[in-house]
């Protein structure tokens, strides 16, 4: 588990190793068993045609990272698509709010940079609420599922029953994963998302329960 003062570091493809995904995942939650220890894992290290890897650190966010977050939020809300948010995206104000729930943020970095971010929110129900971004060129790399992982890890750990989250329809590669790691749809909120376009968008309530 990434507690503070403690990260886990993986090696990851250049390339898209699409059909080891499954692999991946079962080593991130294998990168988890003890609290305060860390290790390296190398998903696809020996499997892939292209044996080039990109290191990446998945840790706690600190109050200093707020700016890469924020920075993160904007470029993934430029797309339009996988997340809710849309632009523009008041960077400064995103900023001062990441600074304040640095401890509920699991992000993954490499070389510096904030690539990943997934943030746990804590109802007063005990379930927590899942918000996940990758930057685009990071994606289908591990990122999620390293980052899923250590999200299920630190909820269990906090005594969290139950995780939940929404992604629209159309996002079928994130849907993919959540399934991978045991989410299951809920049920569908149609036509819930007013989008800048003025189109309405369904979303799909996926929980799972720890």
Same mark, same amino acid.
């Given at each position: 588990?990434?507690?503070?003062? %403690?990260?886990?570091?993986?090696?990851?493809?250049?390339?898209?190793?699409? %059909?080891?995904?499954?692999?991946?995942?079962?080593?991130?939650?294998?990168?988890?068993?003890?609290?305060?220890?860390?290790?390296?894992?190398?998903?696809?290290?020996?499997?892939?045609?292209?044996? /080039?890897?990109?290191?990446?650190?998945?840790?706690? /966010?600190?109050?200093?990272? +707020?700016?890469?977050?924020?920075?993160?939020?904007?470029?993934?809300?430029?797309?339009?698509?996988?997340?809710?948010?849309?632009?523009?995206?008041?960077?400064? +104000?995103?900023?001062?709010?990441?600074?304040?729930?640095?401890?509920?943020?699991?992000?993954?970095? +490499?070389?510096?940079?904030?690539?990943?971010?997934?943030?746990?929110? +804590?109802?007063?129900?005990?379930?927590?609420?899942?918000?996940? /971004?990758?930057?685009?060129?990071?994606?289908?790399?591990?990122?999620?599922?390293?980052?899923?992982?250590?999200?299920?890890? !630190?909820?269990?750990?906090?005594?969290?029953? !139950?995780?939940?989250?929404?992604?629209?329809?159309?996002?079928?590669?994130?849907?993919?994963?959540?399934? !991978?790691?045991?989410?299951?749809?809920?049920? *569908?909120?149609?036509?819930?998302? *007013?989008?800048?376009?003025?189109?309405?968008?369904?979303?799909?309530?996926?929980?799972?329960?720890?």
């Amino acid at each position: 588990m990434t507690r503070k003062g %403690h990260s886990s570091i993986y090696r990851t493809p250049t390339d898209h190793c699409l %059909h080891h995904e499954q692999e991946e995942a079962r080593l991130a939650r294998r990168s988890f068993p003890n609290a305060g220890t860390s290790q390296a894992v190398t998903p696809c290290k020996e499997r892939c045609e292209n044996p /080039a890897v990109t290191t990446f650190e998945v840790r706690r /966010a600190r109050p200093e990272d +707020a700016r890469n977050l924020a920075e993160l939020m904007a470029a993934v809300a430029e797309e339009r698509d996988g997340i809710a948010t849309e632009p523009p995206v008041d960077v400064d +104000a995103r900023t001062k709010q990441f600074a304040t729930s640095s401890d509920d943020t699991i992000l993954a970095v +490499a070389a510096g940079e904030v690539v990943g971010s997934l943030h746990v929110g +804590a109802n007063r129900f005990g379930a927590g609420e899942l918000g996940m /971004a990758v930057a685009r060129p990071w994606r289908r790399h591990g990122i999620g599922s390293a980052l899923l992982a250590a999200a299920i890890e !630190k909820a269990r750990s906090e005594g969290l029953h !139950k995780l939940s989250l929404e992604v629209f329809p159309h996002n079928e590669a994130a849907i993919a994963l959540y399934r !991978k790691f045991g989410f299951v749809e809920e049920g *569908r909120r149609v036509k819930h998302f *007013r989008r800048a376009s003025g189109e309405l968008w369904d979303s799909i309530v996926m929980g799972l329960l720890l």
